[in-house]
């Protein structure tokens, strides 16, 4: 799944802010934000350090994922060499893209700079494409499905409001046992024991994402009447820290099934997953994504 934070998803600069404010505000298209990012980061290819910075920098994009960016000073600028590929991005300039080469490992598509930067900071800096390193930390703990934004929160709850949902207006799971989950820019995510969800309806999915501050999420579909809804709930079975508590439990997308809490219906919340989930690398734009699934 995909960071929902400042300037994406339902944050205040995001593509579907959920608050307003009190006067007009500029066009967000393009709004950049470039802020030092204090925690050790280390990039690894086999046993191969790439990275390690404590002085990396975190640029937030309106629409987009948080990148980050690294002194050249902290790079092996010599296993990495330009691939002739040049892009423009706007606020940021040209790009300078790069290959990296590690032993027999050669990704074609691996990082960029931007030697001349219409940004201020930016000149300096190198940023690589996360699935780029086999091995991400930050400080000595992994790093999962992208960089980790200092302005995202998690909260989980238990609770006893009674929680049905509904699929083709028949109810497949209810509980007063749920966690609810709060996410910044996110809908409540409502997550149900597995005792209280009707498992003769569900069938597995092969579909898995990755989230960086919930971990690896296995998918299931429903069956409802013949009637297949794919990869409609998903569960993390050993989630990392911060969602510990929803191991094993499965929760809906609460924009493809009708929910009731406490008998009342909750309208369907319109997000950017709308249409289902996003692979791992739905963070990528496709052509990125070919190159790197091209890399040997």
């Not at 990396?56 to 902290?74: I, K, N, R």
């Not at 086999?134 to 238990?158: C, K, M, S």
């Amino acid at each position: 799944m995909v960071d929902m934070s400042l300037t994406t998803g339902h944050g205040p600069f995001g593509t579907r802010p959920a608050g307003h404010f009190n006067r007009a505000m500029p066009e967000f298209a393009g709004l950049l934000y470039l802020e030092p990012f204090a925690p050790r980061i280390r990039g690894l290819v086999g046993e191969q350090t790439v990275v390690d910075s404590t002085s990396s920098w975190m640029l937030h994009e309106h629409g987009q994922l948080q990148v980050l960016y690294f002194p050249t000073a902290d790079v092996r600028m010599d296993l990495l060499a330009p691939n002739g590929v040049r892009s423009r991005s706007p606020g940021k300039g040209e790009a300078a893209h790069y290959r990296l080469a590690v032993g027999d490992r050669i990704v074609e598509e691996a990082a960029w700079t931007f030697p001349d930067p219409e940004m201020d900071g930016l000149l300096g800096l190198i940023a690589f494409y996360f699935p780029t390193m086999q091995t991400w930390l930050q400080e000595d703990e992994p790093l999962v499905g992208h960089a980790r934004n200092p302005y995202h929160r998690i909260d989980l709850f238990d609770t006893s409001r009674r929680v049905k949902v509904l699929v083709n207006a028949r109810v497949i799971a209810e509980t007063a046992r749920a966690r609810v989950l709060y996410e910044s820019g996110l809908p409540p995510r409502w997550y149900l024991p597995l005792d209280d969800v009707d498992r003769s309806l569900l069938e597995p999915s092969p579909t898995r994402t990755t989230c960086a501050y919930k971990g690896q999420a296995r998918y299931v579909s429903v069956r409802v009447d013949d009637q297949v809804e794919s990869d409609l709930a998903w569960i993390y079975d050993e989630p990392l820290h911060d969602a510990a508590r929803v191991a094993g439990y499965i929760c809906f997308w609460n924009e493809r099934v009708d929910l009731e809490i406490d008998g009342e219906p909750v309208a369907r919340p319109v997000t950017d997953f709308v249409a289902g989930p996003l692979p791992l690398l739905g963070i990528l734009p496709p052509d990125v994504i070919e190159r790197i699934q091209r890399s040997r």
